[in-house]
């Protein structure tokens, strides 16, 4: 062994922890290479059991190692100062302390117990940290709620929510932090700063703030939010937070944690402790999760917002020159005739598998992210109204949608990203939301690979994306036939493109008509106008009121054939927007389309 490469990799861990630390154990094994010399090193407070400390000992290899340190008699005064909150225990904090218990490492990693590895871990720990504290990666559970983003800016201080890192997988140049004092600095802000939120993982964001080499989001890919990772392009996969498959069902990635449990003795417990794992306690993880999201939210509006730059001004101008040329690519699209195409780039997309949606959220875990995800919706909805980024100044027609007992296609014209949050609300206002459900057609892109907090509402918002996969279409549609027998609403754009502040009705396609005509349902139009404001949003164009004109249903004949329904149909729809237009503006409907041979 000699002259070979040793990496240190420590867990901190209870004795509850220890199924999950062996499939952890069990992941890296499998993918570790004999070139290296790992050295695990568990870190616990005299609550691991002899019998559990021998059945990770199992895991020993001629080039791997497994050392329990009981930091009972080194913790002293320390322990009394952590605090914790709903699931973690003080295990959690023991990372922080690495850097002065083990002074004879320059560099280690530090892992969770909740992940999956699916390449050498070497190749983490060899990252070159260019003189930086910490390596770690973006944490996608901050980057999809707002109250999280703003939380990670205001209360801890880091210059962007992308910046936050996630402290469950972590390079750690310990002797950079024992240079800079790191441990001095904890317990000073452990004494003078109480972070109620992310707790030990804020605290090393904000020691560590200016000073972290941000890692591909592969070495730490969660399973809610964020782009959807190819199989060959994982690296590994931590099942953070309450996104957990030994309690859940329908997580992302789960099929890879589920592989490496097979292999393990503990395979029998963990699936006693998802048997044994009840409603009510589901339940009282996910009321957590609703409340540590009020608690993000209660912290950041209790902080003012210092962060207007000087160069806003120049943004907000350069914004206006991208929207420029925006309205020149309208004009030019509308000039060619090829109205169904977006102007904005779409996010780039992979083929949405049928495995990969569940339209009808029979899972568990789909039904508590739509849970949370419409919550935050409702907020966020909230929020671009009371801000005036959503101005809705007048819904006419109201008592056709309310008077709708069945069923029914909502089409609307589509102009902006907030237009879905003004058809939601007036959905609302309307009553419907006591008896049925809002679902939205998207496009698959957004579903699979559109960022951030949109990109969490895309998934998770009642939403059905499209696919081009064919499998997953015959999925989609058996869901809208569904649904719509149920007796819910789908909002879907029967223009198929976006154009920004287009006021004309554009032509339309055939599909929403024909889930109509196939279901035996009624479209309820929906055309909406607009006028500019007298604010000046930041992209320095007027920001829109909004007129949503809510037209009679149009319902299909029931002794029509469905193509002669989907045509009809169709044509009826398109005709009411183009009177709304026309009598709201004052103008006709023109297209300046040049007629070719």
């Not at 002899?50 to 791997?64: D, F, G, P, S, V």
């Not at 969660?222 to 959807?228: A, L, Y």
């Amino acid at each position: 062994m000699n002259n070979i490469n040793e990496i240190p990799i420590f867990f901190t861990i209870d004795d509850n922890y220890i199924p999950f630390l062996a499939v952890t154990l069990q992941s890296l094994v499998d993918n570790y290479s004999t070139q290296n010399l790992y050295k695990i090193i568990v870190l616990y407070k005299k609550n691991i059991t002899e019998e559990n400390k021998n059945r990770i000992y199992k895991y020993k290899r001629e080039n791997l190692n497994i050392e329990f340190v009981d930091l009972e008699s080194k913790l002293g005064e320390i322990e009394n100062k952590l605090y914790t909150r709903d699931y973690y225990s003080k295990s959690t904090y023991y990372r922080l302390l690495i850097p002065e218990l083990y002074p004879e490492y320059d560099k280690a990693l530090y892992l969770d117990s909740d992940i999956v590895i699916l390449t050498d871990i070497a190749n983490l720990y060899n990252v070159d940290l260019e003189g930086n504290l910490i390596g770690a990666a973006p944490d996608e559970a901050i980057a999809n709620v707002k109250a999280f983003q703003e939380y990670a800016e205001k209360v801890v201080g880091v210059e962007s929510y992308s910046k936050y890192f996630n402290a469950g997988v972590l390079v750690m140049n310990l002797k950079g932090l024992r240079e800079t004092k790191f441990q001095d600095k904890f317990l000073y802000l452990l004494e003078t700063v109480k972070y109620t939120v992310a707790q030990d993982q804020d605290y090393l964001n904000r020691i560590c703030k200016g000073k972290v080499k941000i890692l591909d989001g592969a070495w730490d890919k969660m399973p809610i939010g964020g782009k959807i990772l190819k199989e060959e392009e994982l690296k590994l996969l931590h099942f953070n937070l309450i996104s957990k498959p030994w309690l859940f069902e329908g997580i992302a990635y789960e099929e890879y944690f589920w592989k490496y449990a097979e292999k393990t003795e503990f395979i029998e417990d963990i699936k006693k402790i998802k048997d044994n794992y009840s409603e009510e306690q589901k339940v009282k993880d996910m009321q957590a999760g609703d409340n540590l999201i009020a608690t993000a939210q209660k912290e950041a509006d209790c902080v003012g917002n210092d962060r207007v730059k000087k160069e806003d001004k120049a943004q907000i101008h350069e914004k206006a020159k991208d929207r420029l040329a925006v309205l020149r690519k309208i004009e030019e699209l509308e000039r060619q005739g090829k109205f169904d195409i977006d102007v904005e780039d779409d996010p780039p997309t992979i083929p949405l598998k049928p495995e990969n949606v569940d339209y009808l959220n029979k899972k568990s875990m789909s039904k508590v992210k739509t849970i949370v995800a419409n919550k935050v919706g409702e907020k966020f909805l909230n929020d671009l109204i009371k801000n005036n980024k959503l101005i809705i100044k007048e819904i006419k027609g109201i008592e056709n949608m309310q008077n709708v007992q069945s069923g029914a296609m909502v089409t609307c014209n589509h102009f902006n990203p907030y237009d879905c949050f003004t058809i939601e609300k007036v959905f609302r206002i309307s009553g419907q939301e006591k008896n049925r459900k809002l679902h939205k057609v998207i496009r698959e892109g957004n579903y699979t690979n559109f960022p951030g907090l949109y990109g969490f509402f895309f998934r998770n918002c009642n939403t059905l994306p499209l696919s081009s996969n064919k499998r997953t279409m015959v999925e989609f549609m058996k869901a809208v036939d569904k649904l719509l027998q149920k007796g819910d609403f789908i909002l879907i754009y029967p223009e198929q493109s976006m154009w920004w502040n287009y006021r004309k009705p554009k032509p339309l396609k055939h599909g929403a008509f024909k889930l109509a005509a196939r279901s035996k349902v009624p479209v309820i139009p929906i055309f909406i106008t607009m006028q500019d404001s007298n604010m000046i949003g930041e992209d320095g164009f007027p920001i829109q009121e909004y007129i949503v004109n809510i037209e009679k249903p149009i319902y299909p004949d029931e002794n029509a054939t469905e193509r002669e329904n989907t045509d009809n149909m169709l044509l009826k729809n398109y005709e009411i927007w183009k009177k709304v237009y026309e009598d709201f503006y004052k103008i006709p409907l023109e297209y300046k389309t040049e007629n070719k041979e």
